[in-house]
T-cell receptor
Framework: QVHLQESGPGLVKPSETLSLTCSVSGYSISSGHYWVWIRQSPGKGLEWIGMKYLSGNSYYNPSLKSRVTISGDSSKNQVSLRLTSVTAADTAEYFCARSQGAASLGVFDIWGQGTVAIVSA | DIQMTQSPSSLSASLGDRVTITCQASQDISQSLNWYQKRPGKAPKLLIFHSSILQTGVPSRFSGSGSGTDFTLTISSLQPEDIATYYC?????????FGGGSKVEIK
């Protein structure tokens, strides 16, 4: 059974970098699939941040592209999100997810429970 | 970006009722439309993909339909465990975008 678990610092200061980790169990992140980050700001809907195929392409939301990097560590079976120069607008619950497959790139079949990141001085 | 508009934003229904949620895309996305369920404190769950294909393990009381710009999620008989917020999402073009959500409550 595939399980995703997000983790992060919880609190980040404005202008600093937010770093989140998604630990994957029950499936090797090197075996295929895109790995995805999505967030939900308080009182708002879901926002797709971006996705990465470990040995290949990545796609990012243009609204965040200049500040976002998604990477993977196959030795730890983890996927990471780095978001630079954060502001209060980046306060959100962050989810990692797995893309269903090559033919269903934008379908997210497994999600983590999410981790909250608050940007505040 | 493709804008996804869901309605209603919230609804209250009785157990056993038929519940319908609609999702409209700002441009033609063919059948590239997915539905997710989000319960408080739980991971979001994929219910339906490609407009009408039921994800493995999802109860058959859930169904989806539509193509082009107009889509529907139907719960044929509302159960207590269906209390959640439902989101549509288009996978037809980048950036991938979600609807604002439809919160389902028990009357």
């Amino acid at each position: 059974q595939v399980h995703l678990q997000e983790s992060g610092p919880g609190l980040v200061k404005p202008s600093e970098t937010l770093s989140l980790t998604c630990s994957v169990s029950g499936y090797s992140i090197s075996s295929g699939h895109y790995w995805v980050w999505i967030r939900q700001s308080p009182g708002k809907g879901l926002e797709w941040i971006g996705m990465k195929y470990l040995s290949g392409n990545s796609y990012y939301n243009p609204s965040l592209k200049s500040r976002v990097t998604i990477s993977g560590d196959s030795s730890k079976n983890q996927v990471s999100l780095r978001l630079t120069s954060v502001t209060a607008a980046d306060t959100a619950e962050y989810f990692c997810a797995r893309s269903q497959g090559a033919a269903s790139l934008g379908v997210f079949d497994i999600w983590g429970q999410g981790t909250v990141a608050i940007v505040s001085a | 970006d493709i804008q996804m508009t869901q309605s209603p934003s919230s609804l209250s229904a009785s157990l056993g009722d038929r519940v319908t949620i609609t999702c409209q895309a700002s441009q033609d996305i063919s059948q590239s439309l997915n539905w997710y369920q989000k319960r408080p404190g739980k991971a979001p769950k994929l219910l339906i993909f490609h407009s009408s294909i039921l994800q493995t393990g999802v109860p058959s009381r859930f169904s989806g339909s539509g193509s082009g710009t107009d889509f529907t999620l139907t719960i044929s008989s509302l159960q207590p465990e269906d209390i959640a917020t439902y989101y549509c999402q288009q996978s037809g073009d980048f950036p991938l975008t979600f609807g604002g959500g439809s919160k389902v409550e028990i009357k």
